[in-house]
Each structure stands twice: as structure tokens, then as C-alpha cells.
């Protein structure tokens, strides 16, 4: 057996005193599966009186992270403060700036800084991982970087929010609103008080950055992601998706195209019988498609301190068994720049959902603006409106009415979506979500 | 860039051919990802002058890969050969003996001889790796034996068989019969001319007995599994658990219990939401529960020679990158012995489909019976056959009763069962499948 791993923890929310609780449980096995025991000797966090359920005593306190990952009692710095500048990246820095390995949790860090802190893990001869950064518990840093490594692969595409997933579910399952099961996800403590980063696509984009670098051999590039979050997807989409055999679900994907590699987070309407449209409620999911493997499908717990904290435990048990992979998968040196295929070179089907006055020549002028434009129609249908007692403007007779295309372009269904609102031939924003065959 | 790694491989059929071609036609990324070139130094197989689409030139070719194994020309040696016996275990031996590096897709190799193979390896300085030996392309190995290696594991289990779940694939949605079934598979090529191995449920067991040992810790004990496979499953069955909500799944299922560690593969009926259910035609997918991790799924191609290579060349990229882990999660001492639990302790609830001739008290007798036990029935139904206008015997006249119990043991179930039988108010064998609330 040889000398005991000695690991730093700064930041000790549910995550780090999960980390702590599961290196104590399991430390027999651990020590037994690393060859050597992994012991916590010394932790920083905020408030030292805290009750966390476990005992801080023959640990090392450090009221500053930054002086703890510079610290000489630990070989391994666990980095669970978060945030993407700050005493995080300042300690991480530091940490492998003196050679020392990281593990982190961090999605905004590693999106931001990435590739500055791959690049200070090589000089600094330490490691960097962070599996706990995408989709929680499931292992799919470990899968693209070493299991799936041989293959190139040409997509990889998931459910990375839990919060968003949670609040698409219920809208679908009980026909409610946006508003109402956010409301329902926040008192549940699956959205935050301020829920913008989660809804709006900004979680997703973030992990999904990370993804991409990892799965094509790319430059982490989070600046150049097109987002589109949840909170535009009203009840009627929902039931105009499963009419037509579709699920909303908000995806990243990053795929293989020949201008380069999209990157885009939004909702899309996906198969029911697609793997991706099965996972409800938190649950994550990330699809990898090799060019050898086909398609792997890895699902489960995508938050929650116990499930982050298996994470983190198993890179942590990495550093104890001595596995070194570039951080990225691949040299610095090695990555490639991040080539982005523009938005509105896109291929796909598009749902969209217009509001159009009840008037005759309405449905015409519409369809032939599609025409113009090369776009072929799959279906397009007026839903009328239950008649109504109450006083009627000319905006409450504006029929909703839903077209899928066929395959296009985003430009194509941009620019026809334009000219038809300039004719004004409907009212209000029209709703346009991307289909995505799976 | 360090010196290439000389890698060796013995069998050159479908997948020794797709690891040819994967490594050659993603060599560079490959080479920037190990660090290092990977490169196919030397064969063995059969036949010389077979064509297998890509050129033996520059290739040393080996006879005997036994002698391969033992050449100095290469670093790694790749075993694809097949078999539990035989050259496939004498090459593997040589390599492993002479502190060669190991990768291999063998999975009966795996389940009778890993134990002394580990032990080879740690003494010999070499690696074992053997992610394609269980669920194909499915970096399942990689998962247990690091990415959730912090985690005590409660229960694995999946569908572990392409074959198996495309027959039941097939006879549940086109209502036809096993033989039926297998024979379609045959015809696809899912199926070997003598299928035993694989609806017997022997294919699974192997794969299974290789999940448990690096689940829990324990030595391989193939023996001990408990076997049940799918010939004897009908389309009245499948259309019983239909209605109730199931599907049937061969299922591999590798189990904590208070008395040691369950193995068993059996026909098994699952609740149709289920992640496994889901699951169709030759796709595989295992999945594992840990103590903090909670219950991740991965899905995906479990067979085929392209997605085989995947598993193969993700190993000899661990081998390139100098990874190095103990062949079954940690060093041959510290593996427990295995405790089997006894099958008639297994709990849970099942499934019965009995002959039961038409007369008065029948119903009684089994209903008294299954009270004897403390089995507590969920339902009992009798299913009545169209009326016929043809003669009708004895036989003829029984009528299926679909039993479904509450949760029981194995033990009562058993002997609740016999004794109805003794008491000859039942005709012919009764069906009896497990139910897996998972």
C-alpha cells in the first residue's frame, strides 16, 4: 500500500459535504480500488461553524482556498466553490500552477477558462478533471475522452438540465404553463430563486462547451453557441408536438457539419419513441454517435450533491491510481480552433405556430411566401378556436395555425418568416422550434 | 511525441478486421490522443490469403499466436480470437506471462479464467483490459471499474443479449413465436446456426459473471449463476404482460442481499416505463445502481464488429496513454470470494401460467395452496379459449390461468407449485416468470 492521497476540498455546499460524507462511507473499497487511502486533510469554505453532519476535526482549515491550494499538506486540490472567476479560478490556478492536480465541479469555470487551465495543468505536470461539470453523475467526460476515444465523432447531443427537463415534463404531463411548473420546480428546489441561467439555455451552453471540446478534438469555444431557453414554449406546442408524434425537450447539440461544428442550445421537438424524448423529469442524457461505436446513450442523475459527488469521487480516485489524460482529451498543442458553423446554415424541419387573422387569402399568402423560399410543407393546419360569448377584437380572432416543414435551412425559414410578418398576414410573434430526427 | 506503440492482434474476423481499419482510419487524432502512434505491427489468424479488405503488407504475420504473444516485436498483444480454451487462452497467458499488455474482446475467456488472468497480469506488469468483452460498444467496464468507483454498487443488471432482445422484440410486436422469431433473427444473421449459447441465456451468464466481479469486488464465479433462458417463452405470455403493463426482457441481474450476491439470468417481466424496457430489437444496455450515484443507464450497439472495435481500440488507447488499473478494479488480494445467495431466498413477484382443467374447486385448490405458502395474490385470472367446434379432450379442455403474486421468495413459490402439481389440478408444465420492479 502506498502513501495515503492527501486531498484539499475547498467549498463544503451539499456537493463538497457529499464528496466528504462518500470518501469516509466507501473509504475501504476506495483505498482497496486506488491502491493507496484517500484521506481529506485539509478543507476551506465559508463558515467553519456550520453544521454539515460531519466532523472537521484532524482536517486542516483554511479560511482562504487560494492559500489551501498552495498549501504543501495536500497532493490533490478539489475545487467545489464554483462560479467562473473569483476564488475559484484564482485557487485553480494556483493549484495547478504549483503542480498540484484539480478535480472540480465547475461548468462556468471550465467554460470560461478551459483552455488556459488544460494549458496550466501540462506546463505544471498535474491533472484536471472534471467529470462532475456535465451531467452530474453520468461518466460521459470519461466515455468521449477515453472509452469512445478511437472513434470520431460526428454528434453529441443531450438533455443537461435537469430543471428545464423537469419543467417540460410537467407542462406536458398536465397541460399547465411555463409560469406554473417553474413555480412548481422552484418550491421543489429543482429551480433557483433566479431561474434565468437554467431556463434561458446558459446551464446547457455551458456544459455543452465543454462536450464539444472534448468529443472534436476543438478549442472550448462558449461564445459562439447559439441559445434559445424554454420560457416562449406555451401548452398549445406541447399538445401540437405529441398530435404529431413529438416530444419538446431542451437540447444541446454539437454536431459534425461540412462548414464546421454546430453548436446550439434550444428547445426541439424529438421523436416520442427517440431515447433522447423518454428521459423525464431531472434526469439528464447524453447520445454520443461515433464513426465506428454508432450511437451510446448514457443516462441518470444529472445534479444533486450525492450523484455530483460520485463524480467527483471517481476523477479524485483517477489521481489515486496515478491515470493521466490531457485534460481535454488531447494536447493543447493538439486541439484544433473551434470552427463555427453558422445558425443560419442549419438543416432541419421546423414546427411553427402563427397566429393569423381570420381573413380570407391569409393561408395563401403564407404558403406562398414558404413556396418562395424552396420550403416544402409537411402539414399546415388551422386550429380553431372553441367560439367564445365575450366581446371578440380583431386580435382574439387571430386563428393559431401550425406548419412543420420539411427539411430547410435557418435561413430559408428566417428570411420566409420575415417577409410573411411584413406582409402582415399575422399577428403577434410567431413561435418556430427546430425538429430534430433522432 | 514518445515511440509508437507496437500492438499485435490474433484473429483477424469481423471485429479483429474492424480494429485494423478503426486504427487506421483514425490514426492521427488517435496518435494525438495516446500521445504516441499506434500501430499494427504484426497479426495472426487462419487464413493468410483471405481478403479482409485492407492490406497485410508491412504487417508481421504469425502463424501461431502463441508465438505472436511472445514476440518482442510487440508491445501489446490483442486477443480476438474466441473461446474459453485453447489458443485463445494459451496466447493470452504467454502475453500476460511475458509482462505484455492484454486486451481482449473474450468474454468466456473472461468468465472462466480472469481470475488466474488478473493474477498473470499483476505479476507480470502488464494490463488487462476487456471492455468489449460485456455489452459491445458499451464502455460499461470503464464505468464500474473507474467512473463510479467510489460507489458501493447495490445492483447491475441489463440486457446483455442482442439476439435474445430481438426475438422478444419481435414476438411482441408482431405476436409471433419463438421459433418464429429466431428464426427471422437467424435469417438477419442475429443468430448462430446453433443458438443455444444465446437464448439459453449462457451468453448473458458469461457477460454477467464479469459485471459482478468488478461491481462488487468479488472473484469471478461463473458457476454460480442461476440460468433460466427464452425458448420456453410464449406469445400468450407476452400478451399477458402486455396487459399488465409489462414486457418481458432477458435481464442479467447481479444483486446485494443480505445473504450474498444474487447472479441470475432469466426471462423477466418489467414495468413497460422502465429504462430497460425500452430497450428494442439487438440494442444492449446495463444498468447500475450505486450508493450515491444513484442509478445510472447506458445503452447502446451490444454487438457487430464496427461498435466491438470501438471497445477494443478505447482499450489499447488506455494501453497507449500508460493507463494503468487493476484488471478488475483492485489487486487480485484484496477481491472477496464470492458469496452466492442462494436462489430459493431470491424475493420478488411473480408471474404463472397454468393449465387448469375446466371443473369444479380447481380455482380453490390453487388459491388454498398459494395461501398455505403466505403467497398473496395480486390477480388470478382465467383466460377462457374461444369455444371450438372440434372434439375436445381432457387436455383440450383446460383452460390458462394467469397468476400474479405479491412479493414472495423463490422458496414458496417453488413449493406452492409442486404441490399444486402433485395435487393434479393443474395440466402439463406452468409457466413461471420473475417480475423486476425496477
Redesign the interface.
Known amino acids: 500500500m502506498q502513501e495515503p492521497l492527501r486531498v484539499g476540498i475547498a467549498g463544503l455546499g451539499t456537493v463538497g459535504a ?1 464528496v466528504v460524507r ?2 469516509r ?2 473509504s475501504a ?2 483505498a ?2 486506488a ?1 493507496r487511502p484517500v484521506e481529506v486533510v485539509a478543507v476551506s469554505a465559508r463558515d467553519r461553524a456550520r453544521d454539515r453532519g460531519f466532523r472537521l476535526e484532524g482536517i486542516e482549515w483554511f479560511d482562504d482556498p487560494v492559500a489551501l491550494a498552495h498549501s504543501n499538506a495536500i497532493d490533490l486540490f478539489v475545487e467545489l466553490i464554483g462560479g467562473e472567476d473569483g476564488v475559484a479560478r484564482a485557487s485553480v490556478r494556483a493549484a495547478l500552477g504549483s503542480g498540484r492536480s484539480v478535480v472540480t465541479a465547475n461548468k462556468a469555470l471550465l467554460a470560461a477558462h478551459g483552455l488556459e487551465l488544460a494549458g496550466l495543468a501540462e506546463r505544471g505536470g498535474g491533472t484536471l478533471s472534471f ?1 462532475a461539470a456535465v451531467a452530474g ?3 460521459v467526460v ?2 468521449l475522452r ?7 465523432i460526428d454528434r453529441v447531443y443531450g438533455i443537461l438540465n435537469g430543471t428545464c427537463n423537469y419543467i417540460l415534463t410537467r407542462m406536458e404531463a398536465e397541460g399547465l404553463t411555463f409560469g406554473a411548473c417553474l413555480k412548481a420546480a422552484q418550491e421543489l428546489g429543482y429551480a433557483e430563486a433566479d431561474p434565468t441561467f437554467d431556463v434561458e439555455g446558459w446551464d446547457t451552453a455551458h456544459k455543452l462547451a465543454i462536450l464539444t471540446s472534448v468529443a472534436f ?1 476543438t478549442e472550448i469555444d462558449r461564445e459562439s453557441i447559439f441559445v434559445e431557453g424554454i420560457a416562449s414554449i406555451e401548452p398549445e406546442d406541447i399538445a401540437a408536438a405529441d398530435e404529431l408524434g413529438y416530444r419538446i425537450k431542451l437540447l444541446g447539440i454539437a454536431q459534425r457539419t461540412e462548414t464546421g461544428i454546430e453548436q446550439r442550445v434550444h428547445p426541439a421537438m424529438v421523436p416520442k419513441d427517440s ?1 433522447i424524448a ?1 428521459i423525464a423529469g431531472v434526469t439528464n442524457a447524453v447520445a454520443v454517435e ?12 444529472g445534479a ?1 450533491g ?2 455530483t ?3 467527483v ?2 476523477d ?3 489521481v489515486a ?6 485534460p481535454l ?3 493543447i498543442a ?1 486541439l484544433e480552433p473551434y470552427v463555427r458553423a453558422q445558425m443560419r446554415t442549419h438543416e432541419g424541419g421546423y414546427y411553427l405556430r402563427l397566429r393569423v387573422p381570420d381573413r380570407p387569402g391569409a393561408f395563401a399568402a403564407i404558403a406562398q411566401r414558404m413556396a418562395d423560399h424552396n420550403i416544402s410543407l409537411d402539414s399546415i393546419v388551422q386550429r380553431n378556436r372553441p367560439p367564445s360569448s365575450a366581446p371578440r377584437h380583431l386580435c382574439d380572432q387571430a386563428q393559431p395555425v401550425t406548419i412543420i416543414t420539411h427539411e430547410t435551412t435557418e435561413r430559408a425559414i428566417r428570411s420566409a418568416l420575415g417577409q410573411i410578418e411584413a406582409d402582415g398576414v399575422v399577428v403577434g410573434r410567431a413561435q418556430l422550434i427546430r425538429i430534430e430526427n433522432l
Open positions: 457529499s462518500m470518501l462511507t466507501n473499497s476506495i482497496l480500488k491502491g467529470e453523475g453520468i461518466p470519461k466515455t477515453e472509452a469512445l476515444a478511437g472513434n470520431r478534438g431515447d423518454r461515433g464513426d465506428f461505436v454508432g450511437c451510446v446513450v448514457l443516462s441518470g442523475p444533486g450525492h450523484a459527488a460520485s463524480a469521487v471517481g479524485i480516485l483517477d491510481r496515478g491515470l493521466r489524460v490531457a482529451g488531447r494536447p493538439a
